[in-house]
């Protein structure tokens, strides 16, 4: 596995040695000891995946405290923007963000360390994501902002008049309201 550092500190892209024959291709997605060589020391404890259309906006999502997740991500299906936020207070990349296009295609995967918020838009016509998180999901410690907050100016290489995105995230709140999340 390739470990590629970007420019915030903690997000890693995680490319694969795929190999390839006339049946297809083989890669391990996630190997500890290689994940822990590189820095990455995570216990991951629940792998959740889901499917969406194109222009589909998930996030920016994250937990809060001692329910903060750690996450690694990927595409199955498909190809989507995937970004994540520092919103790390006192860090010199707070409000920063990274934005990756994982696709089934490239096999990357993106690792998001704990105190960031993630989200991905969907530039395919559908796309199968799944992703590995560290902490159990704690409905009292979710936390999100809008995804389209100018204060970090994310390009989701959406038209806004193709996005679809739920209630919950379009009335979120800004960067302005991200609490001290420990």
């Not at 997740?69 to 207070?89: H, M, P, S, T």
Request: charged share 30%.
């Amino acid at each position: 596995m390739n470990f590629i550092k970007t420019e915030i500190d903690g997000v890693v892209i995680v490319e694969p040695r795929v190999f390839t024959d006339a049946r297809g291709y083989f890669f391990e997605s996630y190997n500890e000891a290689e994940f822990v060589k590189n820095g990455i020391d995570c216990r991951f404890v629940q792998d959740n995946q889901s499917k969406s259309c194109f222009g589909v906006i998930r996030g920016l999502h994250c937990q809060l405290g001692e329910h903060s997740q750690a996450k690694l991500v990927r595409v199955l299906e498909g190809n989507v923007l995937d970004v994540a936020v520092d919103i790390r207070r006192g860090s010199p990349t707070f409000g920063k963000h990274v934005a990756v296009e994982l696709s089934a295609e490239n096999q990357r995967q993106l690792f998001i360390p704990r105190h960031f918020l993630h989200g991905f838009a969907v530039l395919s016509e559908t796309a199968v994501f799944a992703y590995k998180v560290d902490n159990f999901y704690c409905k009292e410690a979710e936390f999100g902002i809008r995804y389209d907050d100018p204060e970090i100016g994310i390009d989701w290489k959406i038209p806004a008049d193709k996005v679809i995105t739920s209630e919950k995230d379009r009335i979120a709140k800004g960067l302005k309201d991200v609490p001290d999340n420990g």
